[in-house]
């Protein structure tokens, strides 16, 4: 497995407090929410939006909190106003898939399949995953890509 190096990047972001099993439900209205906002403060994307899952156990009613992030540039950092915390994401050690098609399906045929290829290689995973919505048309879209992104040990590999 190849593990890459995700460098910091600077941040708008959210946090919305949800459980796997209700996740769509209570994002969908939160996040359209953040982007009217973004849009009303000029804000351009500075690369596709990013879903960050912490200390995650596999209990589908435990509750977390999901931090929702819109990478942005310095010019934008330093000028923004809006309602939404300034943040980074660190830098991350991670092995990174693309997954295609429906949302619905990415833990099992995304998620599923890394995590089992990180233990047949004794990869010890981190705290953290992200998702990168390279490309969204929709929860249920087939034409979705979207980067998972599994935090490992800057040892690994």
Known sequence: MYIEQLNEQHTIAMRIDTCLATLTQDIAEPV???????????????DPLVFVYRDLDGDIHRPFSLEVAQPIDEDTRAH???????GTLKPMSCVQRVHQGTLADMGERTYATMFADLAKAGIATGRECREVYTVFNGIDAADNATHVQIEVSPNAG
Request: aromatic share 14%.
């Open 32 to 46: 359209q929410a953040f982007y009217a906002e973004l849009a009303a403060n000029g804000v351009t994307p500075k």
């Open 80 to 86: 923004y106003r809006g309602k939404h915390a300034l």
